[in-house]
């Protein structure tokens, strides 16, 4: 199938169709976070919390702003969530060296072993989606949800995964 941009070989999706796979992705959201939403739970965290611990560990040191940027979220909002990290021991913040405005955060071990479990839970429902749907289910799904995304987010993910940590 001919993909370049420009409309050369459209795929012509009915607003039906649209429809359900919009659906479809409200409901895989609420099963790929159902994990994590039990165990934050315990703890009274939710999916702000999470995301925080998720892009910390993705790149540690990373500092507050690169995280609101990432996250999209207001600073008062991110603020409160990294209170709450810190204050818990799960997350720690250093005054930068060359910038001592910037604060760089990182998670502790606790914090280390918090994410794992989390990231654990969303791995196993991942490896089994995948393994189910097949190689090329899998390459035309990530094509898909990088193609949904904003440019700057785009630039973002396209970072992340390719600094390979």
Do not use: W
Request: no cysteine.
């Amino acid at each position: 199938m001919d993909r370049r941009p420009g409309g050369e070989a459209l795929l012509f999706l009915t607003d039906e169709q649209l429809r359900q796979g919009i659906e479809a992705m409200f409901f895989a959201y609420r099963g790929f976070t159902a994990d994590p939403d039990r165990i934050l739970a315990e703890m009274a965290y939710g999916r702000a919390h999470h995301r925080a611990i998720h892009f910390i560990n993705r790149a540690p040191g990373t500092t507050v702003n690169n995280l609101l940027n990432i996250l999209g979220v207001t600073k008062q909002s991110l603020n409160r969530v990294l209170r709450t990290l810190i204050a818990d021991g799960l997350v720690e913040s250093k005054v930068g060296r060359s910038d001592k405005r910037e604060r760089h955060l990182f998670l502790t071990r606790s914090g280390r072993t918090l994410e794992q479990t989390l990231s654990d839970a969303q791995r196993a429902r991942m490896r089994a989606a995948f393994r189910d749907a097949g190689p090329e289910a899998v390459a035309g799904f990530r094509t898909v949800l990088e193609a949904m995304m904003d440019p700057e987010m785009r630039a973002s993910y396209t970072r992340l995964k390719d600094s390979g940590t």
